[in-house]
């Protein structure tokens, strides 16, 4: 290295010292110590006492883990597609030339600025079986499938039963998705014009344009919002645990695993049997963050290579 | 789709269907607020009526008294907010300046690391950062929420690094060359051009303090400490689920002061949102 080469790095690591710090306290320490832990008998209150993988056995015949686990999956696998399809549908239709665009777009974002805690509260609300607006809109349009069809269906009292609860969790979630919206708007109107152009002169139709056109060169913003969605799904916390007052829902149907993540950690305070909860989802998320590239690969089309 | 003129058929259809997905989003607001104006009694009548008939203002300074520390809850979201929004835009467009704007050996290495840190989920090393903080003798008081964001969030890092490589180099070069060391390059000449970025790194730490529930949950222990997305969390859960008008008065009134700051900031709010999807 040359002295201006030495300077240079001299200079950068500085410049990028704060992060490095947090980097090694907040981040590798933590994530060392979270591994270690989940080979202790810990409780905070006193040190750790080593005792091998005894706390992943005892998850292995633990069955309210695996039904924290199969809420989750369950959560991940429904609300990852349908918050795309949703967002997406909504970004394609916003991007017609409509009038009152800026303000159809400014509503579908503003739900998603709603603190967790009041999402939480206001759909509880919502969801209310009797008195809640989900059901009170419902009812009247499943009366008139009934007397049509003849069948009986009538509206599920949504958060007190375990059939339903987790839908309960995903429509307040698709409540949500204008996030979402915004980023795939942004990815539609960087499509070139000219794409759409030569497509016209070839009499390609709507779906032939969307689907070899639009969904190709935005795929890598699909790739991005579904790894972020992946992410976000797998640690839901806030919203099944203000929804049933710090509990788990009727039959357990909303323990999750970061829920009971939570309640070892500061509830039983049974911190080594926490972080190994922790160490087992976080190897899920980058296990199937590494299938989600590993079709990216195949599938994510990016311009100029 | 904006080539090929669109059928009048087709575009009356589709601004139909965007209307009714508006309602659709529109309407749990609309709920929420017409709950809030309600006395108990039509909160349980049915059909529910969306115009109370008589709109009962109270049920604000109630909720607020019911609450009983609204204005210290108050208070302690908005010093989290300032400290953190203080923090992480220092701290994050110093090290985006490093990992942009400066060439040193394994400087993209290093930053795909950073990349790979936005992956871990808090509560992954939730319960290892509690005993670090237990140690400190931090529990119980603020410091956990917002010393962190002093060490810059990858996030936020990304985001300012991607305004700062836009920011041809030669600008930079003409600085050092009149002799301008590079920590006066930043103050001096970057900083002043990437004020739209770090005003939406700013508002987007603003809104995540103010939201967050899970670090307050753990981090704080004494009631009067809390913040207002504990506080309504802790009211909601006293309730039990009963008065559902002085719920949603409470709810509308810790979500009014992000509406009312987006509705000032709209266009770098979106702007920066989209940026973070689509720059990548």
Known sequence: ?305 | MKTAETHPVLRALIFVALALAAVAFLAPFAWMVSTSLKPLNETMSLPPKWIPSSVQWNNYPEAIAEMRYFWRYAGNSLFLCVMTVIGTVTSSALTAYGFSRIEWRGRDKWFLVLLATMMIPFPVIMVPVYGLFKDLGWIGTFKPLWVPSFFASAFNVFLLRQFFLTLPKDISEAARIDGCSEIQIFLRIILPLCRPALLVVALLQFLFTWNDFLGPLIFLTNQRDFTLALGLQSFQSQQGGTSWHLLMAASTLVILPVIVLFFFTQRSFTDGIATTGTKS
């Open chain 1, 1 to 305: 290295m040359t002295k201006n080469e030495r300077r240079r790095l001299a200079t950068g690591l500085l410049f990028i010292s704060p992060w490095l710090v947090g980097f090694f306290a907040l981040c590798v320490y933590p994530l060392v110590s979270s591994v270690y832990f989940s080979l202790c008998d810990y409780s905070v209150l006193s040190p750790p006492v080593f005792i091998g993988v005894r706390n992943y056995q005892n998850l292995w015949i633990d069955n309210v883990f695996w039904t924290s686990l199969y809420n989750t999956v369950f959560f991940a696998v429904f609300a990852i597609p349908l918050g795309l399809v949703v967002s997406l549908s909504l970004a394609v239709l916003l991007n017609f030339s409509i009038p009152g665009k800026g303000i159809f777009r400014t509503i579908f974002f503003l739900p998603s600025l709603v603190p967790m805690v009041c999402l939480a509260v206001l759909w509880q609300w919502m969801l209310n079986g009797e008195l809640g607006l989900v059901n009170n809109a419902a009812n009247p349009v499943l009366h008139v499938l009934n007397d049509m069809l003849g069948t009986a269906w009538s509206a599920p009292n949504w958060l007190q039963d375990a059939r339903y609860a987790k839908w309960g969790i995903i429509f307040t979630g698709l409540w949500g998705v204008g996030n979402a919206v915004v980023i795939y708007l942004a990815g539609l109107q960087d499509v070139p014009r000219y794409l759409y152009e030569s497509a016209d002169i070839d009499g390609a139709g709507f779906w032939q344009k969307t689907i070899h056109i639009t969904i190709p060169v935005i795929s890598p913003v699909i790739y991005f919002n579904s790894i972020m969605g992946l992410i976000g799904t797998f640690q839901v916390f806030a919203v099944p645990f203000v929804m049933t007052n710090g509990g788990d829902g009727p039959e357990r149907s909303l323990l999750f695993m970061a829920t009971y993540l939570y309640e070892n950690a500061f509830a039983y305070w049974n911190m080594g049997y926490a972080c190994a909860i922790g160490v087992i989802l976080f190897l899920v998320i980058l296990a199937l963050t590494w299938l989600a590239t590993k079709l990216s690969e195949k599938h994510v089309y990016y311009a100029g290579k």
